[in-house]
């Protein structure tokens, strides 16, 4: 009996099947109707982000969307990769499937966060399955996270990281691979570490881009890079974390307005992407209006406003599985314009094994998308010696 019918009681089918992803024309055709048709706002009393997304910003970003935007382009750009889906624990289970073509490829899980998607990853996957030494080399699984994307959405409460990540243990099996290693940030940070956590006997080693830990109980004097940790906590509790609060208690009535509304949408996610991205304050001219808006549509056209925010929910509900005791190897990828940056004493109480810790000059908190060069340079050295 594998883990997770012992743990769930749900009987499992081994049936994984090809995946496209296929938004009916219709669709597009409706999200441009809702974009012409949006009711604007009132303008702020200021001229800047601190009340939020700016309409200047935001008409011009919605007019994109709307008029030049091309969807099916980018999700040809999707489809360019192999995909699956199977059912695990009743629930559909989608990810992006890319085999090395080297023998002896270490299989490695990428697991993304909120607001982003498996898209996030797309420019890393080939570096990672075909370096040019082939030593380096990875069969990659990336999953859609419950209620994300094109996975299903749960409909019984449950699904936190630590139910996750034994369903991606699950989805790993089903490949056909049988030690792996694991990879994420944001909400992919919680699901590694608890795949490391959980199953140390399949995981090889756990490599993160974002470490949420606090100072030690009764520290009171901080060194310089101990007070930058510290004013970087409080400024996020203080002024940046009210989108977390209201996943966290009431996903449901957040969901009504932006899963109605693409301009509210796209509103909820770029203010994250200008506030986490490493951007000088312009995440759509460093990231481009494009790759943002891949993420916004995923979770338009999948309606998943609301299921994605409920992972929020399950996680106030468990906080044992925000920071698990990682005993497995780990490696830290820590980018300057992340949403927390602990120094490495105080990860060390919850990851006892840190192999790698490398605090980069620049990026912010999608590494993937920010800094590829440095993430792929950080992830081959971190697993080299664990293959």
């Known amino acids: 009996m594998r883990d997770v019918k012992r743990r769930y009681g749900r009987a499992v089918d081994d049936v994984v099947s090809p995946f496209t992803v296929d938004v009916p024309p219709a669709a597009v055709t409706d999200l ?25 910003v935001l008409q011009e970003v919605c007019r994109y969307w709307a008029d030049e935007y091309d969807w099916p382009a980018r999700q040809a750009r999707v489809n360019a990769f192999p995909q699956v889906v199977t059912e695990i624990d009743g629930l559909p289970v ?29 420019e890393v996957v080939g570096p990672l399955t075909d370096p040019e030494d082939p030593r380096d080399a990875f069969h990659l699984v990336v999953p859609s996270l419950p209620g994300y994307g094109w996975s ?62 606090e100072p030690p109980e009764g520290q009171t004097d901080f060194d310089e890079r101990e007070q930058r940790a510290l004013d970087r906590m409080r400024a996020f509790r203080t ?80 906080p044992e599985e925000r920071t698990p005791r990682v005993d497995v190897p780990t490696g830290v990828s820590m980018f300057p314009g992340e949403i927390f940056v602990p120094p490495r004493a105080w990860a060390e109480r919850q990851l006892t094994d840190i192999r790698l810790w ?26 080299r010696p664990l293959r």
């Open 32 to 56: 441009r109707r809702r974009l012409h048709d949006t009711r604007w706002s009132d303008p702020p009393t200021v001229d800047d982000w601190s009340q939020g997304v700016p309409p200047g």
């Open 152 to 213: 299903g959405r749960p409909t019984v409460p449950g699904w936190g990281p630590g139910r996750t990540a034994d369903a991606w243990v699950e989805l790993v099996r089903r490949l056909g691979y049988g030690r792996f290693g694991a990879q994420g940030g944001d909400i992919g940070s919680f699901v590694s570490a608890n795949l490391g956590a959980r199953h140390p006997d399949r995981v090889v080693g756990v490599h993160l881009n974002m470490v949420v830990t």
């Open 358 to 383: 490398h605090e980069h000059e620049s990026g912010g908190h999608f590494a993937a998308m920010e800094r590829p060069q440095e993430l792929l340079a950080d992830v081959r050295e971190f697993f």
């Open 94 to 122: 989608h990810a992006l499937h890319v085999r090395s073509p080297h023998e002896g490829a270490l299989p490695l899980v990428l697991t993304h966060g909120w607001p982003g998607s498996v898209l996030e990853f797309l």
């Open 239 to 318: 002024d940046g974390s009210a989108y977390s609060h209201q996943h966290r208690t009431r996903p449901q009535t957040l969901g009504y307005g932006l899963t109605d509304s693409p301009a509210g949408q796209c509103a909820w996610i770029l203010e994250k992407f200008h506030a986490w991205t490493d951007s000088g304050g312009d995440p759509v001219g460093t990231l481009g209006i494009d790759r943002l808006l891949d993420h916004v549509s995923v979770y338009w056209f999948t309606g998943t406003a609301t299921s994605s925010a409920r992972m929020y929910w399950e996680m106030a509900r468990a």
